[in-house]
């Protein structure tokens, strides 16, 4: 019962550990990708910019347009006496079959062609994604941080109580791998018969492995009774 106690007890905490790297670091990793995106279509923009030439072309029509798309344009200009057509790989709500835009072709090759006007709005909304993403990562690492120097207080300075286990289920807000962590609900009734109704954090233990009949550590802030962390590890064999 030892061995397997101990066995559970290490488990239940590296996943506890991968689930806030794994949740925040997704977040803080998509927030990268997109920054990088940004940089990508800004440099690759400017660069091409800096080595074309604009010209006014005209809209003949939006390739692919339904109900759920914009479609792709097909432009028409004119370079140096001759006609091209191109179709861009950008297209816009304010586009539409007969509009003028302006486009800039490599200097050279004329039929590399390129829709550059509409480049800082895409920038600006992916730059914006990146940092949502970035900061919903970054603050649910430090949560999770503050969190557990709540825990270390009041495992120091927290009265402790010996509450009796009414309940345990799943937290069906927090999942890894097709698996939920479980939330310990306890009771504890004071000498003067006053009634204290606890809630335990998420911890990643399968709820066999909890000892309904033990009684939970509960550490209680003293001036704050609200204020408390259920030990479901006392708990766990």
Known sequence: MRYNKEKALVRGKKKDKAFVR????????VGIILFTVCIF??????????????????????????????????????????????????????????KQITVYYRNGNPQEVRYLDDNNWIIGLLLAMAFVFADMGLAFILVRRKHRQKIARLLATGDTVEAEITGIREDDNQSMNGRHP??????????????YLFHSGSFWYESYEIDPKRKVRVYVDRNNPFNYYVDVDSVVG
């Open 22 to 29: 794994i949740f925040g670091g997704i977040f803080v990793l």
């Open 41 to 98: 279509i800004y440099t690759s923009g400017h660069t091409f910019k800096a080595e074309a030439t604009p010209v006014q072309a005209v809209i003949l029509a939006m390739r692919g347009a339904n109900h759920e798309s914009l479609g792709t344009p097909v432009v028409e200009y004119t370079v140096g006496g001759k006609t091209y057509t191109s179709t861009l790989n950008l297209s816009s709500s304010s586009m539409h079959p007969g």
């Open 182 to 195: 479980i939330i310990v609900s306890c009771r504890y009734v004071a000498s003067d018969g006053r009634i």
